[in-house]
């Protein structure tokens, strides 16, 4: 597969675009409340998926939860480790939630919570992977945080939701949703 | 629900800790954490001998 080399004023041909892997699909931030649904994002377009997440802030500490749709079943099976910037390990686990935790945590602080998310066939009549990889941005926290689990379910997805846990209100969370071309 | 579960593992010798949680007392958990008194910083000073 020949890797693009553009060149000024140079025409972008079929095959020259068809080889860019990465794609992106849309961008939002979230500003308030403790839950948002990002639609029009997953299609049959693409497989496989990749969420940055930054400039995270809350009005308190709280974690980020993920829920493929908005629907609110017991479907999801994730685990997480947590290292903390004094050494110590936290693992958590959860069978049957209702949302993954991502492991991205949020906070007043003035530190921003970021991370990445890849979601695997959430669009296909399949289970749903997920896998999250964030920076606790507090300094009494737990540092790397590295979270994967899939949904136990075949929907076909379209959307997801962002969510805080403990009724906290998110302040502001940057989203951009990428496509993996296959 | 099925709640979280969240075993801390202490670099102090105490034995893990198995806690179960709601979503809501995870956010209390974390919220905890961030109130939490900073652990005392290691330095690079050598102790005098007396």
Redesign the interface.
């Known amino acids: 597969m020949p890797v693009p080399d553009f060149s000024p004023g140079e025409v972008l041909t079929a095959a020259a675009m068809d080889s860019i892997g990465l794609w992106l699909i849309k961008t939002d931030t979230i500003t308030s409340g403790t839950s948002k649904e990002i639609t029009g994002v997953f299609s049959s377009a693409y497989k496989n998926y990749k969420i940055v997440v930054s400039n995270g802030q809350s009005s ?4 980020l ?1 993920m829920r493929l749709g908005t629907t609110n079943t ?1 479907v999801y099976y994730w685990s997480g480790i947590s290292l903390g910037y ?14 993954f ?1 991502t492991g991205g ?1 949020l ?1 007043s ?1 003035g530190n921003k919570g970021g991370g990445v998310i890849e979601l695997q066939m959430p669009q296909q009549a399949t289970t749903t992977a997920f896998q999250a990889q964030f920076a606790d941005p ?5 540092g790397a945080r590295n979270y994967t689990g899939f949904v136990n379910n075949s929907t076909q997805y379209t959307s997801f939701t962002f969510l ?5 209100t998110f302040t502001t969370l940057d989203v951009a949703i990428y496509g993996y071309r296959n | 629900m099925n709640k979280m579960k969240v075993i801390i593992y202490h670099l102090d010798g105490q034995n893990p800790e198995l806690l179960e949680m709601t979503d809501d007392e995870h956010a209390a958990y974390l919220q905890m954490q961030t109130d939490a008194p900073q652990l005392p910083q290691a330095t690079d000073e050598t102790p005098s001998a007396d």
């Open positions: 308190g500490a709280t974690g939860r017991s004094g050494g110590s390990q936290t693992n958590e686990t959860q069978a049957g939630g209702t949302s935790n945590v906070t602080g507090r300094t009494n926290g737990t805080t846990e403990g009724g906290v």
